[in-house]
């Protein structure tokens, strides 16, 4: 689960719909508005399960309500996504349909230790927001009663359990200086038997694939620099469900190619590329005769599998002054991951 932006047209009625565009200052605006989506997207083939969208400025806390009142979360998923989520209110919202969740925190973030596990992990609790819900705020002034914020006590009598993995994740480039950053995952999957930290640590950087899936949208299927061109909001929904339809079309493709590939036994869809599969759909598109999937899935067969590897490289945009500054302090190379799993105990740090 993760959120993205994507630029819209700059005009009087969207800037009126989906807030103005970003900028420095109110005398340096952006060049375009923007429209905020939250996307839950499949790791395995990078599908789009369900979307909720709004104005830029609109809070993932508003996007996930969304989601979760459209049904698509439920008991037996496995969600994960980044510390932006990891509030209370989020994860209370999740697990209250029943899904389970993997989350990155914040390094500094403290939590309790109330039982040491013998993975590495251990038992916490995750104190109930000061706030309460938009839906507990519109009850209580349905009533006539001033909402009020939760105390400490209420906080505490409120919190859900929580499972903490502490861990140093360790950058082996081939050139240059070994690196460690440390990180902290919670989840609710509560039995270190059954998901040891290592597996959970291992299983989080999947989230990635919502990355991978954002670049196949915004870049190889609209365009880096498109700007979506309705004019009116109306048109702007419209025309977000239609890409979000094309992209989806070409993923189902992708993901049927990888489960019958002729050569081999079914190959993971991440070795099928999405510009080649929407290369040989776009190819067969508008001829006027029926599209035939086996020539689709031929071309597909005939392209080299991807091959990913493992490598660093700085999260800055191309072209921008702060990508120059990071590349000379990170050689773009291929890199090996170590991952420690770092006990916390009651009475260390």
């Keep these: 689960m993760d959120d993205t932006t994507l630029d819209i047209a700059d005009t ?50 508003t996007l996930l309500r969304k989601l979760v009142r459209g049904g698509i979360l439920r008991a037996g998923m496995l969600v994960l996504a980044d510390r932006y989520f990891s509030g209370s ?14 989350i990155r925190a914040l390094p500094n973030r403290l939590l309790p230790v109330l039982q040491s596990l013998s993975d590495g992990s251990y038992l916490s609790h995750l104190p109930a927001a000061n706030q309460l819900t938009p839906d507990l705020v ?40 070994p690196r460690s950053k440390p990180c902290i995952l919670l989840t609710t999957l509560l039995d270190p038997v059954a998901a040891p930290a290592r597996q959970i640590a291992e299983l989080y950087a999947e989230r990635w694939e919502a990355e991978t899936g954002y ?22 929904a419209q025309e977000l469900y239609a890409l979000l339809i094309v992209y989806q079309l ?20 991440d070795r099928i590329s999405f510009t080649v599969t929407l ?3 776009v190819r067969r598109i508008g001829r006027g005769t029926p599209l035939v999937l086996l ?23 191309k072209g921008t002054l702060a990508y120059a500054r990071a590349v000379r302090t990170m050689l773009l190379s291929r890199a090996t991951y170590k991952i420690t799993i770092r006990p916390r105990h009651p009475t260390g740090p």
């Design 279 to 281: 290369r040989a759909l």
């Design 250 to 269: 070409v993923q189902i493709i992708r993901s049927r190619a990888a489960r019958k590939d002729p050569d081999d036994a079914p190959v993971d869809p």
């Design 12 to 61: 009087a009625l969207n800037r009126s719909a989906f807030g103005p565009a970003p900028g420095r200052s109110s005398k340096d605006p952006g060049r375009c508005p923007q429209i905020r989506i939250l996307a839950l997207i499949s790791c395995g083939t990078r599908a789009i399960l369900d979307v909720a969208w709004g104005g830029r400025l609109t809070g993932e806390g």
């Design 138 to 177: 519109a009850r209580a002034r349905a009533r006539g009663v001033r909402p009020q914020r939760r105390g400490v006590r209420a906080r505490q009598a409120a919190a859900m359990p929580i499972r903490v993995i502490r861990a140093d994740i360790t950058v082996i480039p081939e050139h240059g200086e």
């Design 215 to 236: 670049a196949d949208l915004k870049i190889h299927l609209s365009g880096s620099r498109n700007v979506l061109r309705s004019t009116t909001p109306n048109g702007v």
């Design 89 to 102: 209110s989020h994860v209370a919202a999740v697990r209250g349909v029943g899904a389970d969740l993997i």
């Design 295 to 317: 020539d689709v899935f031929s071309e597909i067969w005939s392209s080299p599998r991807i091959e990913r590897r493992g490598r660093t490289k700085t999260r800055e945009r």
